[in-house]
């Protein structure tokens, strides 16, 4: 029991020493609350939460048919892109996107019907000149849609001209169907006087139908406003001209179409009028954008880019601070040869480890929370899961990261090794942690680096106890005790060998 107790005043002795000697660096921690607090304020109020359309200026003819197909899908395509004009001067768009003024020019082909007449897609050519292969990612997506968007009110301009003559076309129709009945009644009484008359009559009204026949044929087969080769208009529309030339020649016989004939010209007009009936309803917008898409995220609560980043701000502070105060905290000791004084009382290195472990643990988890709560409290973070699980977590966190720290300062042989062995450590966080870019962007197995860092699995965690209201768990806890056991054995292991080469490298 006594030995027990000696232990335990030895180990609170190294604690309090840490603590007071933190004690007298009040600033130190001030800018290690404050600091990261006001960052992430700023980035919170700074950020543009709005879809950043991109100014794009047109280079082509000003008559050209694409040009105008572009003029006519501004109000959709303005999401992607914001037009800033229209103009013949390539050089223009290169001033512009050397200057910054511009982020896309788009080139329209002064002929862009050429490949389409040929069976082949016409190439629209965007020049930007970015060199962030984010934003660049950006753009090409950007680009993407607004190509499809035009490719969508282009197939509604031409369904909506076909729809116009399909219109025309009925009205047309509608005087001439009594006379396809008069040639009818005509054929089946054998009356063919009256057979020639009607015959003529039908020929003559649908002659009159010529610019709406041609129209739709025109849509039919023009692959600038084909929606369906197989568009059954094609065949029907086309069955008129053949009605008529059959009705004309029957006429120049003399005798009048016969019942085969008759029922020929009467099964065409049938068809047609069907296809309209059918087609006459057809809303051009829908067919030409005939789905929509309903996200539905699983967290139905909103979340703002600076929510996103403040659970990683936390877990990468917690872990920074907890490894630089410890690592410093073990070379400045071996430096001052306050190590050495200490190997001549009854102490050993678990002693001390043990001591600055708690000390600088509890710091750390205390900054983390203070840090937690300002988010929470000042910017309106959300915290949606557990207190209790948050704090667990940077808890965690700090204790690995201050065991990591110890063995750092180990194997630095002074305080400038240290501070850069612990930089090192904060870019590996940064880049592989999940802080900036999730772990599947990267490329295995050089994304396994950060399963080296306790901001790794912390910063999911935290994300998940912030942002979806879930318990800490998974995979992510597995990891974050692993990388807990791994760092306190390494600290044991080194502390043990620097203390038994008396406190000293």
């Not at 930089?423 to 399963?451: H, K, Q, T």
Request: charged share 20%; aromatic share 4%; net charge negative.
């Amino acid at each position: 029991m006594g030995s027990t107790g000696a232990w335990v005043r030895v180990v609170w002795a190294v604690a309090v020493k840490e603590l007071r000697e933190l004690s007298r660096q009040p600033l130190l921690v001030v800018l290690v609350v404050l600091g990261p607090f006001a960052v992430l304020a700023a980035f919170g109020g700074a950020y543009r939460n709005e879809e950043l359309a991109l100014r794009t200026l047109f280079v082509g003819p000003h008559d050209s048919v694409l040009m105008e197909a572009i003029v006519e899908a501004d109000d959709r395509i303005s999401r992607y892109v914001q037009p800033v004009g229209v103009t013949t001067d390539l050089e223009r768009g290169y001033d512009g996107l050397r200057s910054g003024t511009l982020d896309l020019v788009v080139v329209v082909p002064p002929d862009p019907l050429a490949g389409l007449e040929r069976g082949e897609p016409t190439e629209i050519a965007v020049l930007h000149d970015s060199i962030d292969p984010i934003e660049r990612v950006g753009i090409g997506f950007a680009t993407a849609i607004a190509v499809r968007e035009l490719n969508a009110s282009v197939v509604e301009t031409s369904l909506g001209v076909a729809l116009t003559a399909l219109g025309d076309l009925d009205a047309g129709l509608e005087p001439a169907l009594p006379a396809a009945e008069r040639l009818r009644i005509a054929v089946d009484d054998g009356d063919r006087a009256t057979a020639v008359m009607a015959a003529e009559e039908l020929a003559d009204r649908l002659r009159t139908l010529s610019d709406p026949i041609d129209e739709l044929q025109r849509f039919s087969t023009d692959p600038t406003a084909r929606v369906d080769a197989t568009d059954p208009a094609d065949t029907d529309v086309g069955s008129l001209r053949d009605a008529v030339a059959l009705l004309d020649a029957s006429v120049e016989r003399g005798d009048g179409p016969n019942e085969a004939e008759a029922a020929t010209v009467s099964a065409s007009l049938d068809a047609v009028v069907g296809t309209i009936e059918r087609l006459g309803s057809l809303e051009p917008a829908l067919v030409a954008r005939p789905f929509v898409a309903d996200v539905e995220p699983l967290v139905r609560q909103s979340v703002r880019p600076e929510y996103h980043v403040a659970p990683g701000v936390t877990a990468l502070l917690a872990q920074h601070l907890a490894m630089s105060l410890a690592a410093l905290s073990l070379v400045r000791d071996r430096r001052r040869g306050v190590l050495a004084d200490l190997r001549l009382g009854p102490v050993t290195a678990a002693d001390v480890l043990i001591g600055k472990f708690l000390a600088l643990t509890a710091t750390a988890t205390a900054t983390g929370l203070v840090l937690l709560s300002a988010e929470v409290f000042v910017l309106g973070i959300p915290q949606r899961g557990s207190w209790w699980h948050a704090a667990a977590t940077i808890g965690v966190i700090a204790a690995t990261a201050v065991a990591g720290g110890l063995t750092l300062a180990v194997v630095g042989r002074n305080e400038l090794q240290v501070t850069q062995l612990v930089m090192l450590v904060l870019l590996i966080s940064l880049f592989f942690s999940g802080f900036l870019l999730g772990a599947d962007r990267l490329r295995e197995p050089l994304s396994w680096l950060g399963l080296a860092v306790p901001s790794t699995p912390g910063t999911s965690m935290l994300r998940d106890i912030q942002l979806r209201g879930r318990s800490a768990g998974g995979v992510d806890m597995i990891v974050l005790g692993t990388q807990f056991v791994v760092a306190v054995a390494s600290a044991l292991f080194a502390g043990s060998r620097l203390w038994r080469r008396g406190g000293v490298s």
